[in-house]
């Protein structure tokens, strides 16, 4: 029979995952994707925010509506003559006074390779669910909860808003091109289309999702051997114990509880 | 991006043309721009015949490739009539700015003597001032509107208007006309009938440099 238990309420729960959710702080990561047909390098931060949690016997820690909110700035390189036909100015002749007629040659062009650089931010809400993991840490207990499985993360209107920034960013890049300025709106569509939602979901679920998924975070810390009476003088020593295993569950009794007990010995 | 206008700098979408009054073997080089006053070379030639005498100028088209620290024309050597004129274009993509530079002070796009032209496509919408970069009086000003095309029926119209260039007349005094308007994508042809040599320079690349 357990020595020591340790019992929480979900109110209880959730205050002690606030604090272990805003431990872990702004975690960032850089790399590149497939945005569409284009390869994007990217750099994208990560903050977590606790939900509400529901604990459910017999070992799930659920967390309704974690909130991830996330910053985006990733280029990408688009060579437009990969999505773009290649646009001639006709043969011009003109009459010159006194001389004759000169002619230009059909002269073509195809067009440069452009970088897009885009900042992007937004927030997205997931229901998770976590199972407590205890393991012994060198000298200490420690009880972690662990994500179960990959929470689908829905990026809905994000990906609409994102991709509306892709138009809105490469706009200005597109204008400085020579000859570009009439296909303008021909050229945005063109990228827009070539990405697609898509483009952008697939860009967006391998880079936002490992912040939620394999989420593990430490709640709670005890040194294995632990003074219970400090030394009062030269012959009255400290008192160890010594805590020789840990178990966590969610348990009910008469309400959802997390708790914790420990096998101890002197 | 900066749509580059100046003859002694030859782009893609520029055009040097020069005439070739009397006969003669007249060689030349292509450099890249600047580039000829480190080389002596002249390596490609124009044979100007007599020719007879009213006959009307031909034009005779040279199509430049770069190379590695220059250019190489299509025809190496070519035969002309006195008269004639002959215009260079580079095609290529990836290149250098580039000039077209001749053993006669006459003959040389990087400083516009006799019975030459240099034309430009204006790929950029905007006001172009330009000048003389050797410090002459002539100077004028292009001014290049969007076409403001919104639907496919703009599209085509813009496309009919380039087909249409605008000859802009130069000599050591004055130009004529000195202000054109035109839209993105048209043409102007600066033919220069008489000068002690000059450059068609947009004023904001001598600002650039001072």
Redesign the interface.
């Known amino acids: 029979m357990a020595e020591i238990t340790a019992a929480l309420d979900e109110q209880g729960a959730n205050k002690l995952l606030d604090g272990a959710i805003a431990a872990i702080g702004t975690q960032v990561k850089s790399g590149s994707g497939s945005l569409g047909p284009f390869v994007a390098s990217y750099t994208v931060s990560g903050t977590l925010t606790n939900g509400d949690v529901d604990l459910i016997p017999p070992s799930t820690i659920r967390i309704v509506d974690l909130r991830l909110d996330w910053h985006l700035d990733f280029s990408f390189g688009i060579d437009l003559s990969d999505i773009l036909p290649d646009f001639c100015?006709?043969?011009?002749?003109?009459?010159?006074?006194c001389?004759?007629?000169?002619?230009?040659?059909k002269?073509?062009?195809?067009w440069p390779t452009i970088s897009v650089p885009i900042s992007f931010g937004d927030f997205v809400k997931t229901t998770a669910d976590f199972q407590i993991v205890v393991n012994l840490v060198g000298a200490d207990w420690v009880v972690s909860i662990k994500v179960l499985g990959v929470p689908n993360l829905q990026f809905g209107a994000t990906t609409a808003a994102l991709l509306a920034a892709i138009g809105l960013a490469v706009t200005p890049i597109l204008l400085?091109?020579?000859?570009?300025?009439?296909?303008?709106?021909i050229a945005v569509n063109a990228i827009l289309l070539a990405i697609g939602v898509a483009g952008v979901t697939g860009f967006l679920g391998p880079i936002i999702t490992p912040f939620v998924s394999g989420l593990t975070f430490e709640i709670y810390k005890q040194p294995k051997k632990f003074p219970v009476l400090p030394a009062a003088g030269a012959f009255d020593p400290a008192v160890d114990i010594t805590i020789d295993a840990i178990a966590a569950v969610v348990a009910n009794s008469g309400e959802d509880e997390l708790v914790l007990t420990a096998d101890v010995s002197p | 991006?900066f749509?580059d206008f100046d003859s002694r700098a030859l782009r893609?979408?520029d055009?040097f043309?020069q005439?070739f009054m009397k006969p003669g073997t007249y060689r030349y080089g292509v450099f890249p721009a600047s580039g000829q006053h480190l080389s002596q070379e002249r390596p490609y030639v124009i044979k100007v015949d007599e020719g007879r005498p009213g006959q009307?100028?031909k034009?005779h088209?040279i199509?430049l490739s770069a190379t590695k620290g220059g250019f190489k024309p299509d025809k190496a050597e070519i035969g002309i009539d006195a008269g004639d004129?002959v215009?260079w274009?580079c095609?290529e993509?990836a290149m250098t700015p580039y000039a077209v530079v001749g053993d006669k002070e006459f003959f040389a796009s990087s400083r516009l003597v006799n019975?030459c032209?240099y034309?430009h496509?204006f790929?950029?919408?905007g006001e172009y001032r330009w000048v003389d970069a050797f410090g002459g009086p002539v100077g004028g000003v292009i001014r290049v509107r969007?076409?403001g095309?919104?639907t496919e029926a703009d599209?085509s119209k813009?496309r009919e208007t380039?087909?249409?260039?605008?000859?802009v007349?130069v000599d050591d005094q004055q130009a004529k006309p000195r202000e054109v308007d035109i839209m993105?994508?048209q043409?102007v042809?600066f033919?220069v009938t008489k000068s002690r040599g000059l450059s068609i320079t947009d004023e904001r690349l001598l600002e650039k440099r001072k």
Do not use: H, Y
Request: charged share 15%.
């Open positions: 100015l006709p043969q011009i002749c003109i009459d010159i006074p001389v004759g007629e000169v002619c230009t040659p002269i073509c062009i195809d400085a091109i020579p000859f570009l300025g009439p296909f303008l709106a | 991006m749509d893609r979408t055009c043309g005439r009307k100028m034009q088209n199509m004129m215009v274009n095609p993509k019975e032209g034309s496509a790929g950029l919408p969007d076409p095309v919104k599209l813009w380039l087909a249409q260039g605008t000859l007349m993105v994508g043409t042809f033919a």
